[in-house]
């Protein structure tokens, strides 16, 4: 059974960086068949689909236009997992930030259990 | 970006019975390959969202066949056929069809 762990901090300060982990059991972050996606959920913006990485013969990303110039998702082979970060944050970017495993068009079928982020001096 | 409208935003229903979930896109969903890239999903009271319908109308694994799916181009509809009281929560349509990914803003079911 796949499962996805996420892990960071709640509070971040604006203009700051949030970093968030997530740790795959039960597949691999290499894997071929999946993709490895960040998703947001608040009230203002409801849920947004922020980006993904994912190997297909090499490491590919991307991301939402929303975020594009301020978003790194990189995969961690080594740890068998991803990470977020998203730079010069503001209040806007208050959020449950989930981990997320799947394609866009089959819907994702496996999701972390959501860390909520707060960003506030 | 897509717009996806759902509707009613707010669903009571009376356990046993039918319900109903409308998802309407600003385009049509059909995407170049000949699939329709609408799926559904349900979060529960304080829990990640969790995935129901993709493609339309196939159910995803262990979510029970009172759950269905269906529609065509704009126009989408999640069924459940008898409402029980695990169901409770918000019901999110999502298109993968067009750049970027974009949900509904939700339908919460609720018991009456």
């Known amino acids: 059974q796949v499962q996805l762990q996420q892990s960071g901090p709640g509070l971040v300060k604006p203009s700051e960086t949030l970093s968030l982990t997530c740790a795959i059991s039960?597949?691999?972050?290499?894997?071929?068949?999946?993709?490895w996606n960040w998703i947001r959920q608040s009230p203002s913006r409801g849920l947004e689909w922020l980006g993904r990485?994912?190997?297909?013969?090499?490491?590919?990303?991307e991301y939402a236009g929303s975020v594009r110039s301020r978003i790194t998702i990189n995969p961690d082979t080594s740890r068998n997992q991803f990470s977020l970060q998203l730079n010069s944050v503001t209040p806007d970017d208050t959020a449950v930030y989930y981990c997320?495993?799947?394609?866009?068009?089959?819907?994702?079928?496996?999701w972390g259990q959501g860390t909520t982020v707060t960003v506030s001096s | 970006d897509v717009v996806m409208t759902q509707s009613p935003l707010s669903l009571p229903v009376t356990l046993g019975q039918p319900a109903s979930i409308s998802c309407r896109s600003s385009?049509?969903?059909?995407?170049?390959?000949?699939?329709?890239?609408l799926s559904w999903f349900q979060q529960r009271p304080g829990q990640s969202p969790r995935r129901l319908i993709y493609?339309?109308?196939n159910r995803a694994s262990g979510v029970p066949d009172r759950f269905s799916g269906s529609g065509s181009g704009t126009d989408f509809t999640l069924k459940i056929s008898r409402v029980e009281a695990e169901d409770v929560g918000v019901y999110y349509c999502?298109?993968?069809?067009?750049?970027?990914?974009?949900f509904g803003g939700g339908t919460k079911v609720e018991i009456k």
């Open positions: 997320v495993r799947g394609w866009i068009g089959d819907g994702w079928d496996v």
């Open positions: 990485t994912y190997y297909r013969s090499r490491w590919n990303n």
């Open positions: 493609r339309v109308s």
């Open positions: 039960g597949d691999s972050v290499s894997t071929d068949s999946a993709a």
């Open positions: 999502m298109q993968g069809t067009h750049w970027p990914p974009t």
């Open positions: 385009q049509s969903l059909v995407h170049s390959d000949g699939n329709t890239k």
